[in-house]
């Protein structure tokens, strides 16, 4: 579990917003995670990466390299379809709940934390869990704004020195203060069989 330890924490963020699908403001988003984090109590237990244009194979690539505690998705999600990465070309490629669960049970005993700040992705984040402590995936639809508030509110609190339940519902809260009616729309989910 997360803890207030002077241990370093590395974020991953994966962003994806392929040809022919809605132009998101991943680039709003990032920029906020990293001013929030950059003027924090905690600034120096955290290092944001990011990759862009995120290809399947670079999803694996970029835990490999980076090593993080946090892995953050941000972009679109189709439910049952899966997470929206890119293929070769830029267009839509599915990565379903099974292939990322998947993924996340190799890297279990590095992986604290993942958020997918995307529509409809609490199908994957359920699979996710089983292997990962803390998963947070949004219900239904999430418009941008209110995605970018939840993103900015949850670091801020790990950035604060808060645990990840904190951090969540701070991010919940963050989407309230800001007069949009969808702080409901997160949704986190626990895998208490183990402790870190």
Not at 24 to 30: C, F, G, I, N, T
Not at 107 to 132: D, G, P, R
Request: contains cysteine.
């Amino acid at each position: 579990m997360y803890n207030n330890s002077a241990l370093v924490k590395s974020i991953l963020i994966l962003a994806a917003n392929p040809q022919g699908t809605s132009k998101l403001r991943l680039d709003e988003e990032v920029r906020e995670i990293d001013i929030g984090l950059q003027r924090s109590q905690k600034r120096e237990q955290f290092v944001l990466k990011q990759q862009w244009a995120v290809r399947p194979r670079d999803i694996y690539r970029a835990i490999l390299d980076v090593r993080p505690q946090i892995v953050h998705f941000c972009g679109h999600g189709e439910g049952n379809e899966g997470l929206v990465f890119e293929d070769e070309s830029g267009r839509t490629k599915f990565v379903d709940s099974e292939a990322l669960a998947n993924l996340f049970k190799l890297f279990s005993t590095q992986v604290e934390c993942v958020l997918l700040n995307a529509c409809y992705s609490e199908i994957q984040a359920t699979a996710i869990s089983q292997y990962i402590d803390y998963v947070i995936g949004m219900k239904q639809g999430i418009g941008d704004k209110a995605a970018i508030n939840f993103a900015v509110g949850f670091y801020d609190a790990l950035g604060a020195g808060k645990c990840y339940d904190f951090a969540f519902n701070l991010g919940c809260l963050a989407i309230q203060l800001s007069g949009m009616s969808e702080e409901s729309t997160p949704a986190i989910k626990k895998n208490d069989e183990h402790d870190r």
